[in-house]
């Protein structure tokens, strides 16, 4: 064939035109794939390969386009990479020049995540001594959550079953989908208005982590840790973590273990106040016993020492002394008397004038002194009354009220008021005074 018919091409006008096919031929594209063969050389520039289960293509992203990647790509992480598509003409290879690249799927989401909670954790928000700790005994729970899920459904089981005179608010809200956020915060919204939950319970059950997103967002963290009340969460299961678990101050496993810990066990609770009752009841018996025995105690000392028997016992001894005084008296004069007789009979017997008149004399004088004895016995005898009567006087009780004292008893127990602190209001007293007695009532303490 003649060599005007030939159009030769070089390896080099290859290339390029198909570069220009390819890049004319297929605008900008979206390709998902995994990172291999990553390379980042002196340049700047990333060179990789995105591969799939049964292809891989070569990619360059330029240090223009890569300085804007929010994460750091490494071998094995799934991606998205927005580009179109090439040719390396120096070697003919078939590639893909990059200008946008993010994370596919969970990938990004986890990013998403540790951005935030790291973000809201240097703010502080996180801050142990922040967290409020839950009331021990709550007098209304409120809950948000959907109001059709199996999750309040386990809580309001726990709650009716732990601790069932607590009421329960429910704020119903969706906890998945595009409506989640915004009807999260207008319940977390409404249970700070009203102000009528002494604990908040906000949760949802298990889900993916797309299903579990509304709780990681930020609004809702901050809505939480502004709540007036204690928040406690119980979002997924045990190993699912939200920004929104950071965020309250308690966080549960399980919506079920957020409803245990908002309240106390009430069977436990009863159990502990039969226990309180029954210490109460002994505690109460004895010190009632322990009273009683000081009131008896008191009692006898005050009949001891009542002014009645003292007054009994002074009368009994001034009249032991008046008959004893009687007794002196008596015996005195029998003795004059008998020494009289004895006289007489000496006298008849001496019956001489002289010696009768010596005797007449003797009688006189016998008799004058006789009756000097007497009368200085008896003023002895009666200045011993009188002393005695006089000492009797001063220690009776009834001096004692001549002076203006007087003796203050109960009407009901007729006992004696002594501390004006064992007396109340309405209490009727009975006072005795020198002369009768009368009856008053405390008006207050």
């Given at each position: 064939?003649?060599?005007?018919?030939?159009?030769v091409y070089t390896v080099s006008r290859l290339n390029r035109e198909v570069r220009l096919l390819l890049e004319q031929g297929l605008p900008g594209v979206w390709v998902e794939g995994e990172i291999s063969n990553?390379?980042?050389?002196?340049?700047?520039?990333?060179?990789?390969?995105?591969?799939?289960?049964?292809?891989?293509?070569?990619?360059?992203?330029?240090?223009?386009?890569?300085?804007?990647?929010?994460?750091?790509?490494?071998?094995?992480?799934?991606?998205?990479?927005?580009?179109?598509?090439?040719?390396?003409?120096?070697?003919?290879?078939?590639?893909?020049?990059?200008?946008?690249?993010?994370?596919?799927?969970?990938?990004?989401?986890?990013?998403?995540?540790?951005?935030?909670?790291?973000?809201?954790?240097?703010?502080?928000?996180?801050?142990?001594?922040?967290?409020?700790?839950?009331?021990?005994?709550?007098?209304?729970?409120?809950?948000?959550?959907?109001?059709?899920?199996?999750?309040?459904?386990?809580?309001?089981?726990?709650?009716?079953?732990?601790?069932?005179?607590?009421?329960?608010?429910?704020?119903?809200?969706?906890?998945?989908?595009?409506?989640?956020?915004?009807?999260?915060?207008?319940?977390?919204?409404?249970?700070?208005?009203?102000?009528?939950?002494?604990?908040?319970?906000?949760?949802?059950?298990?889900?993916?982590?797309?299903?579990?997103?509304?709780?990681?967002?930020?609004?809702?963290?901050?809505?939480?840790?502004?709540?007036?009340?204690?928040?406690?969460?119980?979002?997924?299961?045990?190993?699912?973590?939200?920004?929104?678990?950071?965020?309250?101050?308690?966080?549960?496993?399980?919506?079920?273990?957020?409803?245990?810990?908002?309240?106390?066990?009430?069977?436990?609770?009863?159990?502990?106040?039969?226990?309180?009752?029954?210490?109460?009841?002994?505690?109460?018996?004895?010190?009632?016993?322990?009273?009683?025995?000081?009131?008896?105690?008191?009692?006898?000392?005050?009949?001891?020492?009542?002014?009645?028997?003292?007054?009994?016992?002074?009368?009994?001894?001034?009249?032991?002394?008046?008959?004893?005084?009687?007794?002196?008296?008596?015996?005195?004069?029998?003795?004059?008397?008998?020494?009289?007789?004895?006289?007489?009979?000496?006298?008849?017997?001496?019956?001489?004038?002289?010696?009768?008149?010596?005797?007449?004399?003797?009688?006189a004088a016998l008799a004058t002194r006789l009756e000097h004895a007497m009368r200085n016995e008896l003023a002895r005898n009666a200045h011993?009354?009188?002393?005695?009567?006089?000492?009797?006087?001063?220690?009776?009780?009834?001096?004692?009220?001549?002076?203006?004292?007087?003796?203050?008893?109960?009407?009901?127990?007729?006992?004696?008021?002594?501390?004006?602190?064992?007396?109340?209001?309405?209490?009727?007293?009975?006072?005795?005074?020198?002369?009768?007695?009368?009856?008053?009532?405390?008006?207050?303490?």
């Amino acid at each position: 064939m003649p060599s005007a018919e030939r159009n030769v091409y070089t390896v080099s006008r290859l290339n390029r035109e198909v570069r220009l096919l390819l890049e004319q031929g297929l605008p900008g594209v979206w390709v998902e794939g995994e990172i291999s063969n990553l390379a980042r050389p002196g340049s700047g520039h990333w060179y990789f390969s995105l591969k799939d289960r049964d292809a891989q293509i070569r990619c360059a992203m330029f240090r223009q386009k890569n300085g804007i990647v929010k994460f750091q790509p490494k071998d094995g992480l799934a991606v998205i990479a927005r580009g179109r598509v090439s040719l390396y003409e120096p070697r003919g290879d078939f590639q893909l020049i990059v200008e946008h690249l993010e994370e596919a799927g969970l990938g990004a989401l986890k990013r998403e995540f540790e951005r935030l909670r790291d973000k809201l954790a240097a703010e502080g928000l996180f801050d142990e001594a922040r967290k409020r700790s839950l009331p021990q005994v709550p007098r209304r729970i409120g809950i948000v959550t959907s109001p059709t899920g199996a999750a309040v459904r386990d809580i309001l089981h726990v709650l009716e079953r732990r601790f069932p005179p607590a009421p329960v608010l429910i704020y119903p809200t969706p906890v998945q989908g595009a409506a989640a956020v915004p009807g999260i915060l207008a319940a977390l919204e409404l249970a700070a208005q009203r102000a009528d939950c002494d604990v908040l319970i906000v949760a949802r059950g298990g889900g993916s982590l797309e299903d579990l997103w509304a709780f990681n967002d930020e609004r809702i963290a901050r809505a939480i840790r502004a709540m007036p009340m204690p928040v406690v969460t119980g979002i997924g299961h045990e190993v699912d973590f939200t920004i929104a678990d950071f965020a309250a101050d308690l966080r549960a496993p399980t919506p079920t273990a957020a409803a245990q810990l908002a309240v106390p066990d009430g069977r436990a609770w009863l159990q502990t106040l039969v226990r309180i009752e029954q210490r109460l009841v002994a505690g109460g018996t004895r010190v009632l016993r322990e009273a009683a025995a000081r009131l008896e105690g008191i009692g006898r000392r005050m009949r001891l020492a009542s002014p009645a028997v003292r007054v009994t016992q002074a009368t009994q001894r001034m009249d032991e002394l008046e008959q004893r005084l009687a007794f002196a008296a008596r015996a005195a004069l029998l003795g004059a008397r008998h020494r009289a007789a004895e006289l007489g009979q000496r006298l008849t017997a001496a019956s001489p004038v002289a010696r009768m008149h010596a005797a007449t004399a003797s009688s006189a004088a016998l008799a004058t002194r006789l009756e000097h004895a007497m009368r200085n016995e008896l003023a002895r005898n009666a200045h011993r009354l009188d002393l005695a009567s006089r000492t009797l006087d001063a220690v009776s009780p009834l001096a004692t009220l001549r002076r203006g004292f007087a003796v203050v008893t109960q009407a009901s127990t007729g006992a004696l008021v002594t501390d004006a602190a064992t007396l109340a209001a309405g209490d009727t007293l009975v006072t005795r005074l020198a002369a009768g007695q009368f009856r008053s009532r405390v008006v207050e303490d």
